[in-house]
């Protein structure tokens, strides 16, 4: 019975919970195995690097003990020995070791790679007194490439071996690199590689004291040394890296990768991938990338384990790009739509004129720079992240030299991006060219800004409202003698035409005596004064404007101005008319309300005669409007019912004019009787129902 119990019990538990302690117990690293982690030496980065390692594996459960060594090589030769489960070692040295060249007997197929790390810079340090630009130039000369057998040698050779030299044709000294710095210093040599991290404190030191200078290949050896050698990347050394760096330096770089052995069991490899990819002390101090930038394209195999991660994290990191761009596009567009008021009168009324063309611009850089991130962040530091390949690509749009893409694909994109963004400067400099000739040009050959002081016979609207649009277009209409039209609006005027030949636009205060002058209302053929606002207050500014326009007309010894004034509220009309003071009916006080008013009443009265008053007061083709003139030479000395006559005779000469008013001394006369005005004055004036003023002049 007591034998029976824990079966029992085993049982009640069920298969679930069976599930879970298998899965824990596959999921847990190999309990009590300590790996060996090959690193550097002492005065490297990568002893350190391995040391900090160590101490984030522990805290995820795994176990590392760090053994020095000489570098790369020794590390990966220790690796296919057995004396190591785990290396630090360049991309370089470790493709050759997978490959089974470059010294390796044969190839260590047993070597994958957990972790791509930092991108180690190859320093070409030059001896600051020597004139030498290109690596082609170190033939002969002194140069240090490293202890025998190191990673850094390796590099020097394959470099000049892209330059067409070999070691055999420099003079190749193997020093360290504490020794290498000496020499620079003392003269002893004229060149020397170093690969390492950046910053070096070593490199630093050179530069620092002016012993030497850091030599910058050019990009055709680049793309040529990646050809021959494709695990080589681009490295950018930058001025925040060594303080005395004058400017950016573009070189050659090895991937710093962890790498083991294929027979780590996959739970342990699981958990250091993770540990040390969210590890935010070994990013912050070594510059590691992000796991969403993926894995490296070396051609040395990821574990598995490795490999399912990256490509997890990088699908997020592209869909968090995604999310953003899409989220931001959402923003972008609800804020236009909220405050397109203030937008639009932030661009004024010129800003679509370029606004078209900026967006443009700003697909075209935005996408483009996206597709190369996606192709050369692996591979090219100018696109290494989001952010530099926005830099880059604003770069490539004008320009396909100093950031060019190492991939096919990143090249096609590149072309693609340089050829729609050229397109759209070009575009917005027609933006611009055609706004400067509009604005600034045409107005000076026409009397435009510079000499619209000296305008005369123009139209001038003083203030500005949605009645104003309507306005120019009555008064630029087919029958009409097109004159120019200065408008006096404040700055902030909502909805001021776009520039046109015969506009112009003038900011300032429409009662201010400068202002008027600077439109030279005085010579203007008539004045058309407009409330800025539905505000009643606006009609003491209106009685202002009257007033100034009177007394420059005065001061300068000219006939009133015809002046027709806008008043918000109808009780102001007297007050409006008697300031402008006696002016022989040119001055017209409107209030829209009473007009309003008294449309509506007639057309209640005589339905359709609305529809009368409209077609009488718009000028286009075809119909006819009412139209003021001088009395003709022919009506002088008639009544009235005369000329009423003599029009009807004229209809057979097809000409059609009807005679409806008279003003004399500033009053209106409408169809008046023979004895109310007697014969006609030649300082009358005749309003008459016709196609156009010509047909007036017709009749003289």
């Known amino acids: 019975m007591l034998s029976k119990r824990p079966q029992m019990r085993l049982q009640g538990l069920g298969p679930g919970f069976l599930l879970v302690i298998l899965l824990a117990v596959f999921a847990a690293p190999a309990c009590g195995r300590v790996y060996t982690l090959a690193s550097g030496s002492a005065q490297g980065v990568y002893l350190p690097l391995a040391n900090d390692m160590a101490v984030v594996a522990r805290k995820s459960g795994v176990e590392i003990r760090v053994i020095p060594s000489e570098g790369s090589r020794q590390n990966l030769a220790w690796l296919a020995e057995g004396r190591a489960d785990l290396a630090l070692a360049q991309s370089d040295i470790a493709w050759n070791a997978y490959s089974g060249r470059g010294g390796f007997p044969k190839p260590v197929t047993s070597l994958r790679v957990i972790a791509p790390l930092y991108t180690e810079a190859i320093h070409i340090l030059i001896q600051r007194t020597l004139y030498i630009h290109r690596i082609e130039d170190l033939r002969g000369k002194r140069i240090a490439v490293g202890p025998a057998g190191s990673g850094t040698e390796t590099n020097a050779a394959q470099m000049l071996g892209a330059a067409g030299l070999t070691l055999a044709e420099v003079n190749a000294r193997h020093l360290s690199i504490e020794e290498s710095m000496a020499a620079l210093r003392s003269g002893e040599i004229d060149a020397a590689f170093v690969t390492s991290a950046v910053p070096s404190p070593l490199v630093t030191g050179v530069l620092a004291d002016r012993s030497a200078t ?246 001038v609207i003083a203030g500005w409202n949605e009645k104003g649009v309507g306005i120019i277009k009555q008064l630029h209409g087919e029958e009409l003698e097109h004159r120019h039209i200065v408008i006096l609006a404040p700055e902030q005027a909502k909805g001021l035409p776009r520039h046109h030949k015969l506009i112009q636009v003038v900011h300032g205060e429409r009662a201010y005596e400068d202002c008027l002058k600077e439109v030279n209302v005085s010579a203007a053929h008539s004045v058309i004064i407009l409330a800025d606002s539905a505000e009643p207050a606006e009609d003491a500014r209106t009685i202002l404007t009257i007033l100034a326009i009177r007394k420059i007309c005065s001061e300068q010894g000219l006939e ?42 007639q057309a209640a009265v005589h339905p359709g005669l609305f529809t009368v008053y409209s077609q009488l007061l718009e000028f286009k083709k075809n119909n006819s409007e009412i139209h003021r003139a001088p009395m003709p030479s022919s009506f002088v000395d008639k009544s009235f019912e005369e000329i009423l006559t003599q029009s009807a005779t004229n209809r057979e000469r097809k000409i059609y004019v009807m005679p409806i008013a008279i003003q004399r001394e500033g009053k209106i006369h409408i169809n008046p009787a023979r004895d109310a005005l007697g014969k006609l004055a030649a300082s009358d004036f005749l309003f008459a129902l016709c196609d156009s003023p010509k047909n007036l002049e017709n009749l003289s």
């Open 560 to 601: 009133p101005v015809p002046v027709s004034a806008e008043i918000v509220d109808s009780r102001n009309v007297k007050l409006a008319q008697y300031a402008g003071g006696e002016q022989d009916g040119r001055l017209e006080v409107v209030s829209s309300n009473d007009v309003g008013r008294s449309l509506l009443t």
């Open 214 to 459: 850091l030599l910058e290949p050019d990009r055709d050896f680049l793309e040529r040394l990646r050809k021959i050698f494709p695990f080589y990347l681009t490295k950018n050394i930058e001025t925040s890296d060594y303080p005395h760096l004058d400017e950016q330096v573009t070189t050659a770089g090895v991937q710093a990768l962890l790498v083991g052995r294929d027979d780590i069991p996959a739970a342990t490899i699981g958990h250091l991938v993770r540990a040390f990819s969210v590890s935010p002390e070994l990013t912050a101090k070594y510059r590691l990338p992000s796991a969403g930038d993926g894995a490296s394209d070396s051609e040395i195999p990821l574990f598995e384990e490795a490999r399912s991660y990256y490509r997890l994290q990088s699908w997020l990191h592209q869909r968090k790009l995604f999310i953003g761009t899409v989220l931001f596009l959402l923003i972008a567009t609800i804020a236009v739509l909220r405050f397109q008021r203030g937008i639009w009168r932030l661009l004024r009324r010129d800003g679509d004129r370029f606004l078209h063309a900026g967006i443009y611009l700003f697909v075209v850089w935005v996408g483009g720079s996206l597709m190369l991130y996606r192709a050369e962040h692996r591979i090219n530091d100018n696109y290494a992240s989001p952010w530099k390949s926005l830099w880059s690509g604003l770069i490539t749009i004008y320009s396909l030299s100093g950031k060019e893409p190492l991939s096919l694909e990143g090249r096609v994109a590149a072309i693609i991006m340089f050829i729609l963004g050229l397109g759209g400067l070009l575009w917005l400099i027609e933006r611009f060219a055609s706004f400067y000739v509009e604005t600034k040009l045409l107005p000076l050959i026409r009397g435009g800004f510079a000499r619209v002081h000296k305008m005369k016979n123009h139209y």
